[in-house]
């Protein structure tokens, strides 16, 4: 039974309500991608599908618009997929479990995939209607836009003749973003040696943290599990000697980790419960306002083979010293930040430690820099980068048509003027602005929080006023 078939705009929250059943997390994306095939099918729309699963539909102008110059609506059919901790969903495999209240939207113990799950919505609604004036549609579905935005890479662009892009990919409805940072995925390997080591085996637990999106949260303050698990391990070591067997945490690269937990073989293990239990109440307060669910938590592990005392000292270093966070902020605009990188997650081989980093920056010196710093720690424990997913920055563009007119349409139907702002987090914009000269975008969204986690929510007001405000700036292309 329709969850969200009480709410308005109808037809956009039905296609939303259909996405949400097929799994779409990032590098999953062939089912999804292959449904908007069968949407543009049924609506006799012209449809090009690629090797990547990218989607590009066209629909032609409605009588009167058809010298109006083509407009590109513009999102991404992948999603961040994260659990609760009491979840079992496999997101691999089951759609979403939707739920509503009275203001928002949000799926039952996952991440909802409002982003960018609304922004296909809106736009295969706006393709299906036959009541709306528009000039020329190009509608470009992407994939893997959460682990690099590969598909607008990779994507084709020939068939695009639209020299103005509505980008539906953001997560404010007061906000047009109109500048964005470039950035890459940073993985850093070390290598790895076992062997048995007398002592008592130990899960160590860093969660409750809120976590989010590395590209609009990483200036809140949020604590990132992966490096706070290194400091409770760092306080471990100064009660009793132990070798880490395990770490694990984090779910992409872009996302703020918010739980992490390592195994480890302890000689002392009243020690180590000692050391857990003076950093819960170190976080606690050091987090009190921007992560007050932060726990620490120790509990009996399995056995296991544990590292070396050299490979356990080497990921201990990695976990305390490799940088995180907010690097520089913007010197010309205030209170944006400029360079940051995430520590978004850890895995733990037989052989190989990875750590998965998103850098960002709107100086692309200054990525090659975190590039290069990333290199240098990697050297001390014998180990390698790699970088992949790099995209460009996009650069504010000071003659706007496209800004002019969403900005009198929007003072009309909200009353006031809306924000004009750049954004740290990367924006496909700057992908297509570097593959269409003379690019006209800007980005805008519903409001939805709690992104790249668990607790999303998108709100329904909200996408209400979206609709119009995009319908109405299609109308007044004319």
Partial sequence: MAVLDHLEPKNVFSFFEEIAAIPHGSGNTKAISDYLADFAFAHALEYHQDAMNNMIIIKEATPGYEKVPPVILQGHMDMVCDLAPDCTKDMTREGLDLACTEDYVYAKGTTL????????AL???????????????????????????????????????????????????????VSCAGGNLTHLTMP????????????????????????????????????LLGRVLAEAAGYTDFRIVDVKGGGRENAIPSEAQAVIVALDPAGIEKACARMDEILKKELATPDPGV????????????????????????????????????????????????????????????????LRSSVDTQTRMLVDRLMQFSMVVDGDIQVSGEYPGWPFRTDSPLREL??????????KEPKIKAIHAGAECGVFA?????????CISPDMTG??????????????????????????MK
Avoid at 145 to 161: H, Q
Avoid at 208 to 220: N, P, Q, T, V, Y
Avoid at 406 to 415: A, D, I, L, N, S
Avoid at 434 to 442: A, H, M, Q, T, V
């Fill in 123 to 177: 736009a295969l609604a706006i393709l299906a209607s036959e009541d709306l004036a528009h000039p020329r549609l190009e509608v470009v579905i992407t994939a893997d836009e959460e682990i690099g935005m590969l598909g607008a890479l990779g994507l084709d662009v020939s068939r695009l003749t639209a020299k103005t892009l509505i980008n539906l990919d953001s997560e404010t409805e007061d906000t047009f973003f």
């Fill in 434 to 442: 570097g593959k269409i000269p003379g690019l006209d975008c800007l």
């Fill in 295 to 358: 726990t620490v938590t120790v509990q009996p592990a399995g056995e296991a083979l544990p590292m070396s005392r050299k490979s356990s000292d080497d990921l201990l270093f990695l976990l305390t010293c490799t940088p995180n966070g907010v690097q520089v902020m913007s010197p010309d605009i205030p209170d944006l930040v400029q360079t940051s990188l995430n520590l978004g997650t850890i895995a733990v081989g037989d052989l190989e430690v990875d750590l998965g980093f998103c």
């Fill in 192 to 227: 790895v040696k076992r062997g048995p080591y007398p002592g008592t085996p130990l899960s160590i637990s860093v969660s409750g943290l809120r976590g989010g999106h590395s590209g609009i949260d990483i200036h809140l303050g949020r604590g990132n599990a992966i490096q």
């Fill in 113 to 120: 995939g409002g982003d960018d799950g609304i922004g296909m």
């Fill in 406 to 415: 969403m900005t009198q349409v929007y003072v009309e139907q909200f009353g």
């Fill in 451 to 476: 992104l790249h986690t668990y607790h999303e929510k998108l709100y329904i007001e909200s996408t209400q006023r979206i609709w119009n405000l995009v319908t109405e700036t299609l109308k007044r």
